[in-house]
């Protein structure tokens, strides 16, 4: 990956050893340090204070002159020259991206290694994006599980995914409403139905349960991608090719 063609926004900072820069990502504004001029400090000062105290052996002029230089603290300094502000970005350079996009300076949190775009100009952007949430859900679910929540956020998942499969959907806006509803009360649109999902043996509605609600009958589902009502395979397809109905 070829380096970036100039410095991203950078401010220059002194935590009293010497002065250093500070480099920041220009999508989150993520900071990345470089060293701070250390070496350079220690021998200005040690200079400045054996100056400082030759000076003080000379009457009058000597004695001004020395309080004028031993005033001048270069440990608390915020000024980089240009081949130490160079310095300081090749100590994190490695960390930056240039977008050839948006041309903005992305570091690597903000960055799409397989594109070769920074995250926002992605065209893996909505992968990348339901991956993030998958895996903020999963986290999630395990920090439920350790203190003991995991059983009741299962039941309320199961709840949700029962609810959903159980209502009529608008296939324009995505409105909801009451399973039998024909039209959308949005847009006008033609409702699409849910599914019928009943137990085999005595025909209760199991709205998504592994077992029905009123016999106990385990349910058996087609695999995805297999049509429920002939047995062939049609993955990605809505209505069966060889006999024409509707894939679960």
């Known amino acids: ?27 989150c504004d993520r900071e990345y340090r470089s060293q701070p001029e250390v070496a350079a400090t220690v021998g200005q000062d040690v200079a400045r204070r054996s100056m400082g105290g030759l000076l003080r052996n000379i009457p009058l002029v000597g004695g001004a002159i020395s309080d004028s230089v031993t005033n001048e603290d270069a440990r608390y300094s915020t000024n980089l020259t240009p081949q130490q502000l160079q310095k300081a970005w090749s100590q994190v350079s490695d960390r930056f991206r240039e977008c050839p996009t948006c041309k903005r300076i992305a570091c690597v949190s903000d960055w799409d290694e397989k594109s070769g775009f920074c995250s926002e100009d992605s065209p893996r952007r909505d992968e990348m994006a339901q991956a993030q949430a998958e895996q903020a859900g999963a986290a999630l ?8 929540f995991g059983a009741a956020i299962s039941a309320v998942s199961q709840a949700a995914r029962q609810a959903s499969a159980s209502v009529a959907r608008c296939p324009k806006d995505g409105t909801v409403a009451p399973a039998g509803t024909k039209f959308c009360p949005e847009c006008g649109s033609p409702m699409t139905q849910p599914a019928a999902d009943a137990c085999p043996k005595c025909g209760a509605a199991v709205q998504g349960a592994k077992f029905c609600p009123n016999c106990g009958t385990k349910i058996e589902r087609a695999a995805a991608g297999v049509c429920p009502s002939c047995g062939a395979k049609a993955p990605g397809a809505k209505f069966c090719p060889e006999c024409g109905a509707k894939m679960g």
């Open 1 to 27: 990956m070829a380096a970036p063609s100039r410095m991203p926004r950078y401010d220059i900072r002194n935590d009293g050893i010497g002065p250093y820069a500070v480099f920041y990502c220009e999508i």
């Open 141 to 148: 679910k395990g920090f439920a599980s350790a203190l003991g």
